[in-house]
């Protein structure tokens, strides 16, 4: 039986900011859960972890936390993406390279003795292996391939240091409407990934149906409705919204570390 625990996670984001908060939305609507108290922390920008500067710093803000919330230290600091929080230097070289790695080491893994999970792209012309120098396979623990078809996301495993590998895993896009309309009134959607097996596609397929046909049922019942009927629906959608929006805890890295 897997061990479950509540853990703090950091993310060190350096792009998508704008679509994070319908992802979290999207979470929070699918699984009836509210994000708003979560061990999570997001960082404001990105950090450049080839610079020792860069390093020092995001550990300091990580610090401050840690030290303002009674010593509780992260289980997970993910750094999204590499690209992003590699500033000026060079991918492919292996002295560079070498230095993120390292700097990861001293200043984030070993110091709080946490996984770091790093999000990283693959090749252009070889969507077999991850870009840049070698010396970042070589330092990993365990390495995951992401690759999506569709709606669908495979997970295959391509590196376990000191396990046996296991096996791929499969996911599907779930689309989840959110508790709002954009300007136009027209709804808006994000999505959560669930887990595909032939079972859960079928659970995954009437969701879907059950969503479509209460979308239809909403347009049908505001063409009958009137304006003052309207209006008050628009409040109850702006304070369902409210609820459920998820107020990211954020992060500061300083100006001199980025």
């Known amino acids: 039986m897997a061990y479950i625990r509540s853990a703090i996670c950091y993310k060190i984001a350096g792009e998508g900011f704008n679509g994070l908060s ?7 609507s699918f699984y009836g859960y509210n994000l708003r108290n979560a061990p999570l922390y997001i960082s404001q920008c990105s950090a450049a972890l080839t610079s020792l500067a860069s390093a020092r710093a ?6 401050k936390i840690v030290s303002d919330t009674g010593g509780v230290t992260p ?4 750094i999204d993406t590499l690209a992003r929080n590699f500033g ?12 993120f790695i390292g700097h990861i080491d001293e200043y984030l893994r070993s110091k709080y003795r946490c996984n770091v999970l790093i999000v990283h792209h693959t ?3 070889s969507k077999d292996r991850a870009r840049g120098n070698s010396a ?24 376990m240091k000191d396990a046996d590998e296991p096996d791929e895993m499969n996911f599907q896009f779930g ?11 027209e709804p808006q959607y994000s999505c959560v990934l669930q887990y595909l097996d032939k079972a859960n596609a079928l659970k995954i397929k009437q969701q879907e149906n059950r969503e479509h046909i209460r979308e239809q049922g909403r347009l049908q019942a505001e063409i009958r409705i009137g304006e003052k009927q309207k209006r008050v629906i628009q409040t109850l959608e702006r304070l369902i919204l409210d609820s459920q929006v998820f107020n990211a805890r954020v992060f500061d890295i300083p100006a001199n570390g980025t």
Request: aromatic share 6%; hydrophobic share 35%; glycine share 4%.
């Open 88 to 99: 000026p230097a060079d991918e492919n070289s292996t002295r560079e390279m070498s230095s």
């Open 123 to 125: 090749c252009v012309g």
């Open 75 to 78: 289980s997970m600091i993910v």
């Open 175 to 185: 689309s989840v409407r959110l508790p709002f309309n954009d300007e136009e009134g």
């Open 58 to 63: 995001v550990s300091d803000s990580i610090e």
């Open 22 to 28: 319908r992802r979290f939305m999207a979470w929070q």
């Open 136 to 159: 970042l396979k070589g330092a990993l623990d365990a390495e995951y391939a992401v690759v999506k078809a569709d709606d669908e996301i495979k997970i295959t495993p391509k590196k």
